[in-house]
Each structure stands twice: as structure tokens, then as C-alpha cells.
């Protein structure tokens, strides 16, 4: 099976992000998206560069696929708070040959975020999928931005702590992927790698962002925000982080098995 997880931006990018998952849904199985808009007819099609129905122009997009989405935030674009029917958040887009046994949205902190207005509360998205008589998970993940450096703070720590109580109650295969806004040498980090493999460093991932993130952020070339994390019931078959410019980060992609 292929897994492709990848931070969107909003598709502020436009037709070449939807023309690279058009391309990639033809041997795609699951889907994982970060920062996801999604809107009630009434608001505008794009604000703030982001377009605010894109949950449902994917969903149109990849008709095999069953889509799940999640708002960590509503009436509010990349620029802050909006009077529009819009909300933020993750989806996830599973092929309809898999057996979708349970959905759930965990809360990794109900917390508003009082830096980011459209980051929200912070969720986990959680999928148990059944293929060929065997279970497993897949848990989307969006980390919050700020601070900026991506180190350790309380809060990264805790959220750390929240996903490897979820880990830790889920039975069977387990895939953890997403934008965790983390860079891979901090505590919190290493907590979910005493759980899992991080397949950032087992592959020796140079960097998981591009120059369109770097033209956005001249003050510091950040190379890191991306992980996905597999357990020991995971067959990883590949894995590869391609560079391209549909998004200001790069997408991760999973060839796996499951025994």
C-alpha cells in the first residue's frame, strides 16, 4: 500500500498542488492533509491566498477515495479572524477498498491558539483500516507553529505525550505521519522515537521544506517540520520525501505492508 501525507498550505499553490495529488491518486491508498479549508456556500472561494472549499473540491477530486475531515478552527483564514462560514483543519482520504473500521478526532489540547487564529485546538485524526484480514492505524497529525524555531516548549512536550498515550492505546499496526512543526533533534521528538521508528532519520531525510517556505521565512532556513513514525507491525517497503513546490513543505511518501 502507498500513504502520502503532506502540509497543502491551503492550496495556496493552486492547480500544480492539484495536479500532483490527481497524479499521485492513481497508486495512492491514503491520503493524510494538513491545513485543510473547508466552507458553507456563502464564503469566498479563496482569502488569504488559501482556497476556503478545499475539503470539498478534493473530495470531488478523488471520487474513490471516502474523505474524513476535521476543523481545529472556524471564521478564520491564514491573515486571522474572517466573518465567513469557513473553518481550518485535517482530512484524511482513504480508498474505498479498504474497510474503514472506526474514525475518531483526538484532542491532543482544547486549548485555543491565541498566536495563530486559524491553527485552533489541537486534534489528531485516527483511522483504524482493515486490508486483507488485518487491522491497522493511521493517525494525521498537525503540530502547533508557534514558536517558530520548531524546539521544545511545555507545550510540544505535552502534545508529545498525548500522541504516545494514543499510540500506546491503539492495538495492531500503527502509522503516525503529518506536520508536527518539530525538529527531529528535541525531547519531544525523541519521546515518540521510544515508542516507534522515525523514518525521517532511518532514511536520512535531509530537510522536508522547500524555497518557497525559505522566500516566506529569510530569517532562518529551517529545513524540518515533517515526520512520520511507523511501529514494528509495519512493513516499510519505501519511503521518500521528493522535492517538489506544490506546497511550502514537502510531501512524505509511504510504501508499506502490515504483518
Same mark, same amino acid.
Given at each position: 500500500? @502507498?500513504?502520502?501525507?503532506?502540509?497543502?498550505?491551503?492550496?495556496?499553490?493552486g492547480?500544480?498542488?492539484?495536479?500532483?495529488?490527481?497524479?499521485?491518486?492513481?497508486?495512492?491508498?491514503?491520503?493524510?492533509?494538513? +491545513?485543510?479549508? =473547508?466552507a458553507?456556500?456563502?464564503?469566498?472561494?479563496?482569502?488569504?491566498?488559501?482556497?476556503?472549499?478545499?475539503?470539498?473540491? #478534493?473530495?470531488?477530486?478523488?471520487?474513490e477515495?471516502?474523505?474524513?475531515?476535521?476543523?481545529?478552527?472556524?471564521?478564520?483564514?491564514? !491573515?486571522?479572524?474572517?466573518?465567513?462560514?469557513i473553518?481550518?483543519?485535517?482530512?484524511?482520504?482513504?480508498?474505498?477498498?479498504l474497510?474503514?473500521? !472506526?474514525? =475518531?478526532?483526538? /484532542?491532543i489540547?482544547?486549548?485555543?491558539?491565541a498566536?495563530?487564529?486559524?491553527?485552533?485546538?489541537? @486534534?489528531?485524526?485516527?483511522?483504524? #483500516?482493515?486490508h486483507?484480514?488485518?487491522?491497522?492505524?493511521?493517525?494525521?497529525?498537525?503540530?502547533?507553529?508557534?514558536?517558530?524555531?520548531? *524546539?521544545?516548549?511545555?507545550?510540544? #512536550?505535552?502534545?508529545?505525550?498525548?500522541?504516545?498515550?494514543?499510540?500506546?492505546?491503539?492495538?495492531?499496526?500503527?502509522?503516525?505521519?503529518?506536520?508536527?512543526?518539530?525538529?527531529?533533534? /528535541?525531547?519531544?521528538? @525523541?519521546?515518540?522515537? +521510544?515508542?516507534?521508528r522515525?523514518?525521517?532519520?532511518?532514511?536520512?531525510?535531509?530537510?522536508?521544506r522547500?524555497?518557497?517556505?525559505?522566500?516566506?521565512?529569510?530569517?532562518?532556513?529551517?529545513?524540518?517540520?515533517?515526520?512520520?513514525?511507523?511501529?514494528s507491525?509495519?512493513?516499510?517497503?519505501?519511503?521518500?520525501?521528493?522535492? !517538489?513546490?506544490? =506546497?511550502?513543505? *514537502?510531501?512524505?511518501? *509511504?510504501?508499506?505492508?502490515?504483518?
Amino acid at each position: 500500500m @502507498k500513504l502520502l501525507t503532506l502540509n497543502v498550505w491551503g492550496a495556496t499553490r493552486g492547480q500544480v498542488l492539484f495536479d500532483y495529488i490527481r497524479e499521485e491518486a492513481e497508486d495512492t491508498d491514503i491520503f493524510c492533509f494538513q +491545513e485543510i479549508f =473547508s466552507a458553507l456556500p456563502g464564503a469566498p472561494e479563496i482569502s488569504s491566498g488559501g482556497r476556503m472549499f478545499l475539503f470539498q473540491e #478534493l473530495s470531488r477530486m478523488l471520487p474513490e477515495f471516502a474523505g474524513f475531515y476535521d476543523p481545529r478552527s472556524s471564521e478564520a483564514d491564514f !491573515n486571522g479572524p474572517i466573518a465567513q462560514p469557513i473553518s481550518h483543519g485535517t482530512a484524511m482520504f482513504v480508498r474505498k477498498n479498504l474497510e474503514i473500521l !472506526n474514525y =475518531s478526532a483526538e /484532542i491532543i489540547e482544547q486549548t485555543h491558539n491565541a498566536n495563530d487564529a486559524a491553527e485552533g485546538w489541537t @486534534k489528531a485524526q485516527v483511522l483504524k #483500516l482493515e486490508h486483507l484480514g488485518g487491522a491497522f492505524f493511521v493517525i494525521n497529525f498537525h503540530g502547533v507553529a508557534q514558536p517558530g524555531n520548531k *524546539l521544545d516548549t511545555p507545550q510540544r #512536550l505535552a502534545h508529545a505525550k498525548r500522541l504516545r498515550l494514543i499510540w500506546d492505546s491503539l492495538d495492531g499496526g500503527k502509522i503516525l505521519c503529518g506536520d508536527f512543526n518539530m525538529y527531529p533533534e /528535541i525531547e519531544s521528538i @525523541k519521546l515518540l522515537e +521510544e515508542r516507534s521508528r522515525n523514518l525521517i532519520k532511518e532514511f536520512n531525510v535531509q530537510n522536508t521544506r522547500n524555497n518557497l517556505s525559505w522566500a516566506k521565512y529569510p530569517g532562518g532556513r529551517q529545513t524540518f517540520a515533517d515526520f512520520t513514525f511507523v511501529s514494528s507491525e509495519i512493513k516499510v517497503k519505501n519511503f521518500e520525501v521528493p522535492y !517538489n513546490e506544490v =506546497s511550502d513543505h *514537502l510531501p512524505m511518501i *509511504l510504501e508499506f505492508d502490515f504483518h
